[in-house]
């Protein structure tokens, strides 16, 4: 990546999406985000704000996204609403912004002719296959609302290669976590929601047995993920990849490690087992380390040494 390139990166300011504007600028690309900040944050963007240009808008705005994609040689498309149970509490606005948000991104990055668009897709897609690791030829059988629109996201970037000719590169991320996740609301992922919790003196709270089991992923591994996956071969283009790190533990072990981090001597408290939960998950990494050279540098529990390095710093002020 010699020459100056131009990234628009959707998402900008929330956790996977700002990683990816600070990389981008740290290696001299020109970089252009847009947020609305339903549930990114200006603190995530804040320290290398002045070396990017920001819109405030919404990837729903279709007259926007054009504008956006004028010029852009790759799309890194993060914007959407996570979170499982907040679309099996809210569907309806789960599904408006993550299919209308990529539809508009999709046309207008078509109509701008990038180079390619790259998009966060989701191991929820998956939902409770038995057969471990998941690979991406494995029948996708979604358990909630968020896990339909994140793999209809995926059927409409493969018929827009097919259709328009636009080369899509979709990852499927795989419980992606590291310092900026907000630890904050009801929403919250489950390590930056332990960390808080211990830090505060609580109790982790595990949904259901804790025998659940994650294939958590470090966020440099994910930034690695999206920038080679705008210059892989062409034989990428309209494919989905698997983005883990190759290996797994359950929430209980989780829950262990970071009480044995933060030299805590609490215990566990069990609560019911949440609706849409997928009970195994785990990434056959094979097709991204082939085709897009995809190689994970940070382990899990490495990973989990810095993200609560960062926690500790956060949740001091």
Same mark, same amino acid.
């Given at each position: ?121 989701? $191991? ?5 296959? @038995? +057969? %471990?690791?998941?690979? =991406?030829?494995?029948? /996708?059988?979604?358990?909630? #609302? ?103 533990? $359950? ?5 262990? @490690? +970071? %009480?044995?981090?933060? =030299?805590?001597?609490? /215990?566990?408290?069990?609560? #019911? ?45």
């Amino acid at each position: 990546m010699d020459m100056k390139q131009r990234y628009l990166v959707t998402g900008a300011a929330g956790f996977i999406g700002s990683h990816l504007v600070e990389t981008l600028i740290d290696q001299g690309q020109s970089v252009v985000g847009v947020d609305n900040f339903i549930t990114g944050k200006r603190a995530n963007i804040e320290p290398f704000a002045d070396r990017m240009e920001f819109i405030e808008g919404d990837v729903r705005d279709l007259e926007l996204c054009q504008r956006l994609c004028n010029g852009a040689d790759f799309v890194l498309h993060q914007a959407a609403l996570g979170s499982v149970p907040r679309s099996v509490d809210d569907p309806i606005t789960t599904n408006d912004h993550n299919l209308n948000g990529t539809l508009a991104m999709l046309v207008a990055a078509r109509d701008a002719k990038v180079k390619r668009f790259v998009y966060a897709a989701s $191991s929820s897609a998956y939902g409770d296959t @038995k +057969v %471990l690791p998941k690979v =991406e030829t494995l029948r /996708s059988t979604p358990l909630s #609302p968020y896990a339909v629109t994140k793999y209809v996201c995926e059927l409409y970037a493969a018929v827009f290669h097919g259709v328009y000719g636009l080369p899509t590169v979709g990852l499927r991320y795989f419980n992606i976590f590291g310092p900026r996740q907000d630890p904050e609301g009801a929403y919250a992922a489950v390590i930056p929601r332990f960390v808080k919790a211990v830090l505060e003196g609580q109790p982790p709270v595990i949904d259901g047995d804790g025998g659940q089991t994650r294939d958590f992923t470090f966020v440099e591994n994910a930034v690695q993920a999206n920038l080679k996956a705008c210059h892989a071969p062409e034989e990428a283009n309209g494919q989905v990849f698997n983005v883990g790190a190759g290996d797994r533990i $359950s929430v209980l072990q989780l829950a262990a @490690k +970071v %009480l044995e981090l933060l =030299e805590s001597d609490l /215990s566990p408290e069990h609560v #019911p087992a949440r609706a849409g939960d997928v009970r195994d998950s785990l990434a056959d990494i094979e097709k991204a380390r082939r085709i897009l050279g995809y190689d994970p540098t940070v382990d899990a529990l490495s990973g989990l040494e810095k993200a609560i390095g960062w926690y500790r710093m956060a949740l001091a002020g």
